[in-house]
């Protein structure tokens, strides 16, 4: 969704701390996010955009386990 915005943000050279420069980022990718989830939810019809959340919700369980596989 933010793929565009991700190409052209930059992280912070001074911190030095990967978790904390990774967290930044993210939060500063979560509010565009938020605001596509918010326009999608006002043009769909209820059950199709909950419908979307749990699949979407499902799809990243689903990505998580396989990076925790050994």
Known sequence: MAQGQAR????????????????????????????????????MIRGTYNLLLKRLSLCLLQARVRGFEL
């Not at 904390?20 to 043009?43: E, G, H, I, M, P």
């Open 8 to 43: 052209y943000t930059s992280l912070p050279e001074h911190d030095h701390n990967p978790s904390r420069l990774v967290n930044k980022y993210l939060d500063s990718v979560a509010a565009s996010t938020a605001k596509v989830f918010a326009s999608w939810k006002r043009v």
